[in-house]
C-alpha cells in the first residue's frame, strides 16, 4: 500500500513553560514518529532554539518569570525568520478579556486553559502540522518549477543559437552543392539534405514557439497593414513546389486587408496547407477558401479528401498530443496544429474544424481584421 510522503514528513513542535512537569506532560500527549517536541524552560532558550530549528507550532506558556509569554511572542513577531510561526498560549489563568487580546495581539492563534483536554490538544496541533508540511510541499513544488523554467530557457537558446547555426550552415553547404554539381546521383542526395535540413529548421521553430508560448502566455505580433490573398498565394506556390503531384486549388473572394503579423499569419497558412497536403489524397485536390466580404474578420477554411476519428479531436491542438493522427510524408512534432491555435488566439480570432459530409477535413479560421482592446478585469 503507498502512502502519502506528507505522511512522513517529520515536522518540530517548541515548547515553551518554566516548569519541567508541564514540558514533560505536553510532550507526551504531542511526541510521534512524525513530530520531534523540542523543549525550552525560558523564553531564551526558546529564542536559541528558534534560531537553529524550523518549527511547525510553539506552544508557549503565558506565566513566566523574567520574560513571560506574550514578551516572547512579541520578539517572535520581530523576526524574519520567526515572524510566521502560529502561535498556541498555555495558561493557567482565568479567562480574562482583556488578556485574550493581549495575546492575540502578540501573535496568537489560539488560548489553551489548564487543565488540558488532550484530545482537543492534539486535534488543534494536527491542523498546524498539516499547514506546514503543505507550505513545506508547495516550497518544493515552486523550487522545482523554477528549475524547469530555467532549464526550459536554456533549452530554448540552445534550439535558438547552438542549433540553429550549424543546421544554417548544412543547408548552405547542400544549396550550393545542388546548384553546382553535375552529378544526378548527388544532386539527388543534395536535395534530400536540403529537405531534411528545412524539416528540421521547422521542427526547432515549432518547439521555439511553444516555449514562448508557454513561458510568455501567448505568442507576440508585429501586426501591419496585410493582404491575407498574397499571402496565402506565396504559401500555395512554394507548398505546391514542394508537392508537384497534388493540386491545390483557391478560391478568394472580397477584401482580404487586415492589420495583422504577416510572417505569423504565413506560418498559419503554411502550417494548414502543409497539413492537408500530409494527410490529403493525391487523388482530390486541397480546397483553400478566403472570404473578405465580411466588415469585421475575414473567414480562411484548407479542406482536403479525409476525415479525422472522432476520438482525435478534441486533441487536436494539443502540443505534441495532436501529432498522433496518422501522419503522411513529412514528419513532424504534432507541434503545428497548436502553433496555429496560439498564433490566431494572439490576433483574437478562433480556429476549428468544420464537419463535411464524414469524408473532409476542414479547418476553418476566422480572424478580426483589427486587433481589439482586451481589458482584463
Known amino acids: 500500500m503507498s502512502t502519502s510522503t506528507s505522511t512522513f514528513t517529520r515536522v518540530k513542535c517548541l515548547l515553551v513553560d518554566d516548569l519541567e512537569e508541564n514540558l514533560l506532560a505536553l510532550g507526551v500527549l504531542l511526541r510521534r514518529d512524525d513530530v520531534e517536541v523540542l523543549q525550552a524552560r525560558s523564553g531564551g532558550e526558546a529564542l536559541e532554539l528558534l534560531l537553529l530549528h524550523d518549527v511547525a507550532l510553539a506552544f508557549i ?3 513566566m518569570p523574567e520574560m513571560d509569554g506574550f514578551e516572547l511572542a512579541e520578539l517572535m513577531r520581530g523576526m524574519e525568520r520567526t515572524r510566521h510561526v502560529p502561535i498556541i498560549f498555555v495558561t493557567a489563568g482565568v479567562r480574562d478579556q482583556h488578556r485574550l487580546f493581549k495575546g492575540y495581539e502578540a501573535g496568537a492563534v489560539d488560548f489553551l486553559y489548564k487543565p ?6 492534539r486535534n488543534k496541533a494536527e491542523v498546524f502540522f498539516q499547514l506546514y508540511r503543505q507550505k513545506q ?17 536554456m533549452f530554448t537558446a540552445v534550439l535558438g543559437h547552438d542549433l540553429r547555426n550549424p543546421l544554417s550552415a548544412i543547408l548552405t553547404s547542400a544549396d550550393l552543392l545542388h546548384r553546382r554539381t ?3 546521383a548527388v544532386r539527388k542526395t543534395a536535395g534530400r539534405m536540403l529537405s531534411s535540413g528545412k524539416r528540421m529548421g521547422r521542427m526547432i521553430e515549432d518547439v521555439l514557439d511553444l516555449a514562448r508560448a508557454r513561458l510568455a502566455g501567448g505568442i507576440s505580433l508585429k501586426r501591419g497593414e496585410t493582404d491575407f490573398g498574397q499571402l496565402v498565394h506565396r504559401m500555395v506556390q512554394e507548398h505546391q513546389a514542394a508537392f508537384p503531384q497534388y493540386r491545390i486549388e483557391v478560391l478568394q473572394e472580397g477584401n482580404l486587408v487586415g492589420d495583422w503579423d504577416s510572417d505569423r499569419l504565413a506560418q498559419v497558412a503554411s502550417n494548414l496547407i502543409g497539413n492537408a497536403l500530409q494527410h490529403g489524397d493525391a487523388g482530390e485536390p486541397v ?15 484548407v479542406a482536403n479528401l479525409g476525415a479525422i476519428p472522432p476520438e482525435l479531436k478534441s486533441s487536436l491542438f494539443d502540443p505534441f498530443r495532436g501529432g498522433q493522427r496518422q501522419r503522411g510524408r513529412s514528419e513532424g512534432l504534432g507541434l503545428g496544429l497548436y502553433i496555429v491555435q496560439q498564433i490566431i488566439l494572439a490576433h483574437q480570432g478562433n480556429v476549428n474544424i468544420q464537419a463535411d459530409s464524414g469524408r473532409h477535413t476542414v479547418f476553418q479560421v476566422e480572424i478580426p481584421r483589427q486587433g481589439r482592446d482586451v481589458i482584463k478585469l
Open 116 to 121: 488540558l483536554e488532550p484530545h482537543v490538544l
Open 287 to 301: 480546397q483553400i477558401r478566403l472570404d473578405g466580404t465580411h466588415g469585421e474578420f475575414v473567414l480562411f477554411s
Open 137 to 153: 510541499q508547495l516550497a518544493q513544488q515552486l523550487h522545482e518549477l523554477t528549475e524547469t523554467l530555467r532549464l526550459n530557457e
Open 61 to 63: 506558556d503565558v506565566q
Open 182 to 184: 553535375a552529378d544526378e
